[in-house]
């Protein structure tokens, strides 16, 4: 009975070091370096938002998951603050609940960011079993040379692995 015990608690500290699939980065934080095959990048560019919003806060609160805490102080437009939540959400693998809020944002916002978001949900709830064509049209949907490769990047994972 002792040793069960101390794997249940050996594999719950495993569990909350987890680290997260969706990762936000910024123009001037995205590089080579930074890049890694078990992530999934959003880019944060202050083009995206209303406000102006800072975007090196911005990453850093949705980072450390304190969207909701600071939200009033940001002043998000309703698609802006779904499509944070949304990616907050798909973090958590609450594809379901991400879905219903992206369903509201459209496709060409946040360069086009939104459509990926989109396919990643629906491959992950099962409804696409082979995104390919999707993520190609997103990847010809944007003009940000950055989106552009963070798409090819998502579509060479699903396709090859890395």
């Known amino acids: 009975m002792r040793i069960y015990i101390v794997f249940f608690s050996s594999v719950v500290v495993l569990g909350a070091c987890k680290s997260s699939l969706y990762r936000f980065t910024t123009t001037k934080s995205y590089s080579a ?38 939200y009033t102080t940001l002043n998000l437009t309703k698609a802006e603050y779904n499509f944070l939540t949304a990616v907050l959400l798909m973090r958590d693998e ?46 010809d949907c944007s003009n940000n040379k950055l989106v552009k490769k963070i798409t090819r990047d998502r579509f060479r994972y699903f396709k090859h692995g890395y």
């Open 94 to 139: 609450e594809f379901s609940k991400a879905s219903i809020l992206l369903d509201e944002v459209d496709d060409t916002l946040f360069d086009c960011q939104s459509l990926v978001l989109k396919i990643d949900c629906s491959y992950e709830l099962g409804m696409n079993k082979n995104p390919t064509a999707k993520y190609q049209k997103a990847h």
């Open 33 to 70: 370096k930074e890049l890694t095959s078990t992530q999934k990048y959003i880019l944060l560019d202050s083009s995206h938002f209303r406000n102006q919003v800072s975007i090196d806060v911005l990453s850093e609160i949705l980072n450390k998951n304190r969207l909701e805490k600071e």
